[in-house]
């Protein structure tokens, strides 16, 4: 089991940054972001895998360029640098973790096994 706590949503105005962090019970290799609105599927955001020094890191064409993905293995916390913020980006967002194993679907909510409690982003125009 993994226990996963994401701190650090809030309000901000359109182009305005806010950094969004995760603490894990433990380490686990596989970790993300998604975000969910009313009536829609949760929705990947950013992925990331690390292990024994390799890091490789995976973005919705949504966040390409504007968030950042970033993991301290040391402490197990996630982290989510969004900048550039939009309206559209107002959303629950919750930390996900699963599991190594099938490196397939690594975007889809159905895939992980652990999730947050959630941390809301609101962002005004």
């Known amino acids: 089991q993994v226990q996963l706590v994401e701190s650090g949503g809030g309000s901000v105005q359109a182009g305005g940054s806010l950094r969004l962090s995760c603490v894990a019970s433990?380490?686990?290799?596989?970790m993300a972001w998604f975000r969910q609105t009313p009536g829609k599927e949760r929705e990947g955001v950013a992925t990331?895998?690390?292990?024994?020094?390799?890091?490789?890191?995976s973005y919705a064409d949504s966040a390409k360029g504007r968030f950042t993905i970033s993991k301290d293995n040391t402490e197990n916390i996630l982290y989510l640098q969004m900048n550039s913020l939009r309206p559209e980006d107002t959303a629950m967002y919750y930390c996900?973790?699963?599991?190594?194993?099938?490196?397939?679907?690594?975007?889809?909510?159905?895939?992980?096994?652990?999730w947050g409690q959630g941390t809301q982003v609101t962002v005004s125009s």
């Open positions: 990331i895998f690390t292990r024994s020094g390799i890091k490789t890191y």
């Open positions: 996900a973790a699963r599991e190594p194993g099938d490196e397939s679907a690594i975007l889809v909510a159905a895939s992980y096994n652990y």
């Open positions: 433990r380490y686990i290799s596989r």
